[in-house]
T-cell receptor
Framework: SQQGEEDPQALSIQEGENATMNCSYK?????LQWYRQNSGRGLVHLIL?????REKHSGRLRVTLDTSKKSSSLLITASRAADTASYFC??????????FGTGTRLQVFP | DVKVTQSSRYLVKRTGEKVFLECVQD?????MFWYRQDPGLGLRLIYF???????EKGDIPEGYSVSREKKERFSLILESASTNQTSMYLC????????????FGPGTRLTVL
């Protein structure tokens, strides 16, 4: 399977702390995306980073991509209780499809 | 805003029943996708479609079929539902190129008894 792996599987932090989750993938990609899923709902797109980019920001989100290590990280700064969700990375592996990882469950305590 | 709707949030069916899951998007997207999501397995692609009347198998098409008669509507069909098809089903659409940003519906939690 080419499915990516998120690490850690679960993360619990206090409000105000930063949350970092990682994604590793198997072969070359055109882009890597991060999605959020609130409990029992659909996924929401957060950010897309292309293979020739190293870092991208969107509000409190910072995504990095290291193609030599085939890995990406998602940093959420100053976490809020509303950030509690599952976070998934998705890679294209130079195809027209996305392969989703198994996700990181983030719990932010008030 | 892109809106993707799915016909039911929760569905309970009996083994052997034929099940239809409907998905509608309102942004004139060419591409539509059906995934199933199971604990510990993430999202797995069942079928996708790049255009009306076109369909491609994903990673786990067995036991499923699809129909896309209109651009905005993509249906997933379970010909004879089985208990191992109990899952969360997610529909998504994207503008051009399946590897671009995908917009998801709220999901249908299907239970097969």
């Amino acid at each position: 399977s080419q499915q990516g792996e998120e690490d850690p599987q679960a993360l619990s932090i206090q409000e105000g702390e930063n949350a970092t989750m990682n994604c590793s993938y198997k072969t070359s990609i055109n882009n890597l995306q991060w999605y959020r899923q609130n409990s029992g709902r659909g996924l929401v797109h957060l950010i897309l980073i292309r293979s020739n980019e190293r870092e991208k920001h969107s509000g409190r989100l910072r995504v990095t991509l290291d193609t030599s290590k085939k890995s990406s990280s998602l940093l959420i700064t100053a976490s809020r209780a509303a950030d509690t969700a599952s976070y998934f990375c998705a890679t294209d592996y130079n195809t027209d499809k996305l392969i989703f990882g198994t996700g990181t469950r983030l719990q932010v305590f008030p | 805003d892109v809106k993707v709707t799915q016909s039911s949030r929760y569905l309970v069916k009996r083994t052997g029943e034929k099940v239809f899951l409907e998905c509608v998007q309102d942004m004139d997207h060419e591409n539509m996708f059906w995934y199933r999501q199971d604990p510990g397995l993430g999202l797995r692609l069942i079928y996708f479609s790049y255009d009306v009347k076109m369909k491609e198998k994903g990673d786990i098409p067995e036991g499923y079929s699809v129909s896309r008669e209109k651009k905005e509507r993509f249906s997933l069909i379970l010909e004879s539902a089985s208990t191992n098809q109990t899952s969360m089903y997610l529909c998504a659409s994207s503008f051009r190129g399946g590897a671009g940003t995908q917009y998801f519906g709220p999901g249908t939690r299907l239970t097969v008894l």
